[in-house]
């Protein structure tokens, strides 16, 4: 509802600092131009540009300019500040860094304490302004809820916590269906809904009840259209989700979701698998293509057997294919069913290595090469696992609408290696849900490099 006007405050707000930054940068520079101390005039763009991009990149990620945050000014206002700290922090250590610490001291003290200034003044400016818009009765929009019930209270709840300029004056509920106080007032019954928001001034009305349950509904929405209120319907779906829906259609019909998937756009799918050939191709010319004879020989050395080991696992939609992977344990029949386990009697000395370091993963580079897995997403658990998985966890079979990946978001945050309780599993399966529903190109490049910083450094979940 509130959405776009919600972007257009947020984005004047980022404007308003960037501009402030680069205004107040200026004048400082303008009154140190001609100083003994000033030096290169490039090197004070250079450290100009460098804070611009800094903040750019530290208020996104800090999510300064959210629209939970804006809303409340405490939280804005220490939001902030934390932002303000480590962007100072940032421009110092490109100062030394640079070796640009010739600057002038006072110059640098000024520009940033005049920026902190003019971003105190901004903040108070935008919540003055905001508190006397919504003060102003012929600003205020007024609305009633039609009906009394579950989705109506949480419904009022929302308007309260969207601190908007709604002004909710009531409920109309008729008086036998009434069992409880409630925090605003009863207005009248249902049929005298269209007098009552007249009297009141109100432009907006929001049914809580079903037109199919209800046909005068049909009959008020005609009236209140009349009377030039708009008249808008929210339908209950408590009953069957419980979590917010997606909401798209097809011409006119509207086509409900269970959640947001966008790899579901081909745009994005294509960027996807983009994303997978680049990083995969000079995996395999860079890496494999020396990894795999040298690892070969000292597998073969230790112990017989093949080099690869080639596992059926379930791939996207619930289809098996063949994940390869560096053979790290000697062979035994019940590889296709019985995971790895810490201090597993089958893994090998060169395999303990190869696991301990993900190197055995490598080879599913060639999967990802030929489309069967991406760089990123859900790992491919055993024919088996799935089945039994998908039996003891809600909503487990989603994470197969996805190709499986090397390594994910559930890895990164160390739900990976053996599953010894249900609530391990959950906490995987929760997590890869949560990237199938959030997923963008940048969140893959995060859990790469992530992955990559996690096999340096060691994870104890890697055996």
């Not at 903040?123 to 102003?136: A, D, K, S």
């Not at 005609?222 to 909401?247: D, H």
């Not at 090397?406 to 995987?428: K, V, Y």
Request: some cysteine; overall charge positive.
């Amino acid at each position: 509802m509130y959405k776009q006007k919600k972007i257009y405050i947020q984005l004047l707000i980022f404007i308003l600092d960037i501009l402030l930054l680069n205004f107040i940068f200026s004048i400082t520079l303008f009154l140190f131009k001609h100083s003994a101390s000033f030096n290169s005039f490039s090197s004070h763009l250079n450290y100009l540009f460098f804070l611009n991009i800094s903040w750019i990149l530290l208020s996104n990620s800090l999510r300064l300019y959210n629209d939970s945050v804006i809303i409340r000014f405490e939280l804005f206002v220490k939001r902030t500040a934390q932002v303000y700290f480590v962007w100072i922090t940032a421009g110092l250590f490109f100062l030394v860094f640079t070796r640009e610490i010739q600057f002038s001291r006072l110059f640098i003290i000024l520009s940033l304490l005049n920026f902190s200034i003019g971003l105190s003044i901004n903040r108070f400016l935008y919540f003055g302004l905001r508190n006397f818009l919504l003060m102003q009765s012929n600003l205020s929009n007024k609305v009633i809820i039609l009906g009394y019930n579950e989705t109506a209270k949480k419904l009022a709840s929302y308007f309260e916590e969207e601190e908007e300029n709604t002004q909710l004056v009531g409920f109309v509920e008729d008086s036998e269906n009434m069992s409880e106080l409630s925090n605003y007032p009863i207005l009248s019954n249902v049929e005298d809904i269209i007098n009552v928001a007249t009297e009141f001034n109100v432009s907006e009305i929001y049914s809580t009840l079903s037109p199919e349950l209800n046909t005068s509904i049909y009959d008020l929405i005609n009236q209140a259209e009349k009377k030039c209120m708009r008249f808008k319907i929210v339908p209950n779906l408590s009953y069957f989700l419980r979590k917010p829906v997606i909401i798209d259609y097809i011409r006119d019909l509207p086509i409900l979701s269970l959640r947001n998937e966008p790899l579901e756009d081909i745009g994005n799918r294509v960027k996807k698998r983009f994303f997978d050939l680049i990083v995969s191709s000079l995996t395999i010319i860079l890496i494999l293509s020396w990894l795999i004879p040298l690892l070969g020989i000292l597998i073969l050395l230790e112990s017989r057997g093949p080099i690869f080991f080639a596992q059926l696992r379930t791939g996207k939609n619930d289809k098996p294919f063949k994940c390869f992977k560096f053979r790290s344990m000697k062979s035994f029949n019940d590889s296709e069913s019985k995971q790895a386990t810490r201090n597993d009697f089958r893994v090998t000395r060169i395999g303990k290595f190869i696991r301990k370091t993900s190197l055995d993963e490598f080879p599913q580079f060639i999967n990802v090469l030929t489309g069967k897995m991406s760089i990123v997403g859900p790992r491919p658990h055993m024919i088996q696992h799935t089945s039994d998985f998908s039996k003891v966890v809600d909503h487990y079979m989603v994470r197969q609408f996805l190709k499986p990946g090397i390594t994910g978001w559930a890895q990164i945050n160390s739900f990976r290696g053996e599953i010894t309780h249900q609530s391990q599993l959950e906490m995987r399966i929760a997590s890869d849900l949560w990237y199938l529903e959030h997923w963008t190109i940048w969140l893959d490049v995060r859990i790469l490099f992530l992955t990559v910083y996690q096999v340096f450094k060691g994870d104890k979940n890697a055996y």
